[in-house]
């Protein structure tokens, strides 16, 4: 493998200058009076069936005693309850209570680290802390959570509703709720114990493999102690190659590096592997981790690159989108994706830095300034700039050379299509370990994030439409990948608990702790497949992955797309061009 060279460019000089005055993220939690007649939607402002979710209440407990009382009092009254956060980043409906008479519980001032014990090498915190008040407190201690995504903006409590997690193949593996050791959760209960009762569960507890990742079943995670260790450093060198041998290098890589990950350019026929790995602590460096697509950025920018990404899909200038996708990962590789050897400027690898500094980022969170320009974070709903799907999977390692063989098919018969992809910044892929818990990772295998365009027409295909629904469905149904529980569109979520071998012990606790399905909606229902309808069948539904073609009037035939076998997989049914 060879290094990356680095240099600076103008159009990277241009898209970096402006990060400079931050804008705090709008509460996804709306009300029309004093916290009751609300809405609720997530950070990027729509959910994958563009509807809107209502709830008749909203609470912002601060302590245990207040979700105690709340709950109490919801399931006194027989009302729905969901668990919402800060900043809401999981993109399907778990967010949303059924109907509109439902309870909200936001976990927004939860938000306290209330003990770092040093000796112990643990941390509790409430389930409203962020991972980086976690990462930073921690640090203080001389202490470090090792796995995490990468992105901070995400709550302790968020990230074990969906399983969020890093990348690694080491020890326990990349997931957050690998490193848990206690659980406290408040759940409903019955009369003569109060309306409310709060569960402490510990490593000897089997229901912790429940609640580890509870997709907001269960109740609500008041406090969570987390096992931690010696704060270290690592050592970044990202390495480009030619993807030729991608597939054959993909396990082998990630059982060499411990914080190993794989960005793939599958259009320009580039891999950029992250050689990532612990190094004694007293090696020099102060390296810094600020990953430029997580920067705040001026929304005259973030609206002109979405127009521009608009243009080009209208006008089916499928050369044009190339061309900027190759702009936008030169400008994002020449400065080494905003890695910085001391904070400042990044000089060469390898960059070596503690980890608190670079296992993850997010400075677009940042707080309200009175300056002349107001920046956001790219997703921010309030003004016109990203608007995407993201379909994410983990292939078990047994079959993800197979899966890697059939996207390169993919792309010798369209090259251009994966254009759309690295756009945005290609395919991200990273490694998973089994779990322990109940709806953990079933097996070893690597996660690919996948991320494009999203019209906000929802009767508008993309180009290449086609192309995007057979990867999906090649992952998800040919090698039977399973969906990121806070990511994708509803067909990734298809007969997903046949696929787990312990759905059945985790809806057996679901029933105990909370029997008359406080917690549930008629969506969740659907995606633990107690209930028929997560599919539906309507015009245009298959544009937005709300079911898999069955007939042409699921695409869009109008406009010349018509409902085809994949070009791959023969199996799959995809929006295609006539003729295509």
Same mark, same amino acid.
């Given at each position: ?109 939860? &938000? ?96 912790? &493999? ?16 987390? #096992? ?7 050592? +970044?060198?990202?390495?480009?190659? &030619? ?7 993909? +396990? ?103 980890? &608190? ?109 086609? +192309? ?18 806070? #990511? ?93």
């Amino acid at each position: 493998m060879s290094q990356l060279s680095f240099k600076s460019t103008p159009f990277l000089l241009f898209f970096l200058g402006f990060y400079v005055v931050l804008s705090t993220p709008e509460d996804p939690i709306n009300c029309s009076s004093h916290n009751t007649n609300c809405t609720i939607t997530n950070s990027y402002g729509i959910f994958p069936d563009r509807s809107i979710c209502q709830a008749q209440k909203v609470f912002y407990p601060t302590q245990e005693e207040d979700l105690l009382r709340v709950v109490a009092s919801a399931t006194r009254k027989g009302k729905k309850m969901k668990v919402a956060t800060r900043f809401s980043h999981s993109i399907p409906k778990w967010v949303c209570p059924e109907g509109h008479n439902g309870w909200l519980i936001s976990t927004k001032y939860l &938000n306290r680290v209330m003990e770092i014990d040093a000796e112990k090498r643990t941390a509790r915190v409430q389930s409203g802390v962020t991972l980086k008040q976690l990462m930073e407190e921690a640090a203080k201690a001389g202490l470090a959570l090792p796995y995490t995504p990468y992105w901070w903006g995400l709550t302790m409590g968020g990230i074990l509703g969906t399983g969020a997690h890093g990348s690694s193949l080491r020890g326990k593996g990349g997931a957050v709720h690998e490193q848990v050791v206690e659980i406290r959760i408040v759940t409903p209960a019955p009369s003569e114990h109060g309306y409310a009762k709060l569960h402490i569960l510990t490593e000897e507890d089997q229901h912790l &493999n429940a609640a580890k990742v509870s997709l907001g079943l269960l109740g609500v995670i008041s406090q969570i102690t987390f #096992k931690l260790e010696p704060l270290f450093k690592r050592s +970044i060198t990202y390495v480009k190659e &030619n993807d030729s041998n991608l597939e054959n290098q993909v +396990i082998t890589f990630g059982q060499e590096h411990e914080f190993a990950d794989i960005i793939w350019y599958p259009t320009q026929h580039k891999a950029v592997y992250r050689v990532d790995d612990r190094v004694p602590i007293h090696t020099s460096g102060n390296a810094v981790y600020d990953f430029i697509p997580f920067r705040s950025t001026p929304a005259t920018q973030l609206q002109l690159l979405r127009t521009t990404e608009e243009a080009v899909e209208f006008t089916g200038d499928a050369k044009g989108k190339c061309l900027v996708a190759k702009t936008a990962t030169n400008a994002l590789i020449a400065t080494a994706y905003g890695l910085t050897n001391n904070d400042l400027v990044f000089s060469g690898f390898p960059a070596v830095g503690f980890h &608190n500094h670079i296992q993850a980022s997010g400075s677009c969170l940042g707080s309200d300034r009175n300056t002349k320009m107001t920046t956001f974070c790219p997703w921010d709903s309030r003004i016109k700039g990203e608007f995407f799907h993201q379909t994410a999977f983990s292939i078990g390692l047994s079959v993800v050379k197979n899966f890697i063989e059939d996207l390169k098919k993919l792309v010798e018969l369209e090259p251009k299509a994966f254009c759309g992809i690295e756009m945005h910044n290609g395919i991200l892929m990273r490694y998973v370990k089994g779990s322990s818990a109940y709806l953990g990772k079933q097996e070893d295998g690597v996660e690919f994030d996948i991320t494009y365009y999203r019209s906000r027409d929802p009767m508008a295909p993309r180009l290449y439409e086609d +192309i995007f629904e057979e990867i999906e469905q090649i992952g998800i149904f040919k090698y039977g990948g399973l969906p990121h529980w806070g #990511k994708n569109r509803n067909v990734a979520f298809e007969g997903v608990m046949n696929k787990y071998k312990n759905a059945d012990k985790f809806l057996k606790v679901k029933d105990e702790y909370d029997p008359e399905r406080l917690f549930s909606s008629e969506w969740s229902d659907q995606v633990l497949g107690l209930k028929e309808g997560l599919m539906v069948s309507k015009d245009g539904c298959a544009l937005e992955g709300l079911c898999i073609c069955s007939n042409h009037n699921h695409c869009a035939p109008t406009k010349g797309y018509f409902c085809r076998p994949g070009k791959v997989y023969k199996k799959a049914r995809v929006c295609a061009v006539s003729g295509s």
